[in-house]
């Protein structure tokens, strides 16, 4: 343990002390003999003179014309009407495909580790979680179909490119 240790404290050094600036003359205000303001006595309430300086500032003001201004209503891409909803199915057809052309992409060894990361987020029976989402929304689009059917409307088109109604999902092997 040779290591040379610092003091914490450094020499310290003494000033000279330097003839300190004159302090400011202290002015009184003209007619106060004692050191006070004068009082100023008010007239009119705070209220009354706010009053009068916005009657004031609006009087500077130009008038409004007595034309309104005209709006024009922009113009839209699409019209759409209120009962119409949007198409959710095209959402899923598009997602479908996108899914489907990345899992093609993907090794065996990368399914099976997506696999596992889904159980390990979700848990072990995420699949049939999904499963009976997606029976319950077959369900919901053949209740629909079938209503759509009695008022004269006809069936929409098949929600998936195949013309098929169901999704099949890979199948997970147990642990």
Known sequence: MSERVKPLIGSVFERQPRPSAPA???SQPIGSKTGFPTAQHRSKSVFARNREARQQAAAALPSRGSVPPVIQQAS????????EEPDTDDWRVRMSEENERHVAAMTEEEREQER????EKFGKNIGEVLRRARMARESHEEQKNAVASLEGEGPPAPSLPDGGSKITMPSVPPG
């Open 24 to 26: 400011p003359p202290v």
């Open 76 to 83: 839209r891409t699409k019209e759409r009407r209120p009962e």
């Open 116 to 119: 596992r990361e889904i159980e």
